[in-house]
C-alpha cells in the first residue's frame, strides 16, 4: 500500500514527526496516525493525540527468502520475556532459542532473528523512555487463519507488530471508529461506520497505543487481524509492554 492508498475523503494520515517543523504532512482529521520512514520518529507514539505510529520499511528478500521456508506443517506460537537492559545480541539468542524449543531449526533464519532482535531493542528502549523500565513480552507466531476478526482495542501500554509475511494488521482511524458500538461489541460493519478499513504492509512496524497506556483509556488503536487466504500463512512478530 502506498502512502496515497491512506488517503481518505477528509485528507492523508499524518506523516512526519511532531518535534520535527520540516515535516508539516500534518492534516487536520486523521491527527492520531503518523507515517514515518525512519525508526528514529516512532518515539512520537507518546504524543497524546497519537495511538498509531507506521514505520514503513520496505520488505527485505533475505528475510523474505528465510521465513518463505515456514510452513502451515508446524504453526509457530512462542513467546518469551525480554528484559529492558537485554542487548540486541542477547535479544536474538532468546529468541533464538525460542525458535529451537519449537521444534524449527533456527540456524536458517538468521536475517529474520537479526531484524527481530533489532525491533525488540529499540522496543525496549523506547518504552524506558516513554513508561519507564519495563517487562517486555516478544511472541513469534505463524497463522494459517485469521486470529482477531473482530476489530477492537489491547489492553497493553504499547504493542509493536510486524508482518513479515502473507496479510499484515488492519486498523481504524480514531475519526472513523464508533466507540459506543466498539464498546458494546457490535458488528464490525458498526464499528467502522462504512469506512475503509487501512492495512499495514509486511515488513511495515505498527506501534499501537493500547488502552493501558497512560492516559489512554478510551482511545486504544483500533485494530484487527486480517484473513489469511486459503493455504496461506502468516508470519507475525509481537511486542508488548
Ligand atoms: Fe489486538
Not at 514505520?55 to 515456514?70: C, Q
Not at 525480554?82 to 533464519?109: H, P, V, Y
Not at 497506556?213 to 489469511?228: I, K, L, Y
Amino acid at each position: 500500500m502506498a502512502l496515497n492508498d491512506l488517503v481518505t475523503p477528509h485528507g492523508a494520515v499524518a506523516s512526519g514527526s511532531f518535534g520535527d517543523s520540516a515535516a508539516p504532512r500534518r492534516l487536520p482529521t486523521l491527527t492520531s496516525v503518523i507515517l514515518v520512514d525512519d525508526a528514529q520518529q516512532l518515539h512520537n507514539i507518546g504524543h497524546p493525540r497519537v495511538s498509531l505510529v507506521l514505520w514503513r520499511r520496505r520488505a527485505d528478500p533475505k528475510i523474505a527468502r528465510e521465513v518463505a521456508g515456514l510452513t502451515t506443517k508446524r504453526l509457530l506460537n512462542g513467546r518469551i520475556a525480554l528484559s529492558a537492559a537485554e542487548t540486541q545480541a542477547q535479544c536474538m539468542a532468546r529468541l533464538q532459542g525460542l525458535l529451537q524449543e519449537s521444534g524449527i531449526e533456527s540456524a536458517g533464519f538468521g536475517w529474520w532473528l537479526a531484524d527481530m532482535a533489532m525491533l525488540a531493542e529499540r522496543f525496549a528502549d523506547l518504552v524506558t523512555r516513554t513508561l519507564g523500565p519495563s517487562p517486555i513480552t516478544a511472541r513469534v507466531e505463524t497463522l494459517d487463519d485469521v486470529a482477531c476478526p473482530r476489530f477492537h482495542v489491547d489492553r497493553t501500554r504499547l504493542r509493536l507488530l510486524c508482518t513479515y509475511r502473507g496479510p499484515a494488521t488492519e486498523w481504524l482511524p480514531d475519526e472513523e471508529v464508533d466507540r459506543v458500538a466498539l464498546e458494546g461489541r457490535q458488528p464490525n460493519d458498526q464499528i467502522q461506520r462504512g469506512a475503509q478499513p487501512r492495512a499495514l504492509e509486511p515488513f511495515w512496524v505498527g506501534l499501537f497505543k493500547g488502552e493501558c497506556f497512560p492516559g489512554n483509556a478510551g482511545r486504544g488503536q483500533v485494530h484487527r487481524s486480517p484473513a489469511v487466504p486459503p493455504d496461506g500463512l502468516r508470519v507475525l512478530f509481537c511486542l508488548d509492554a
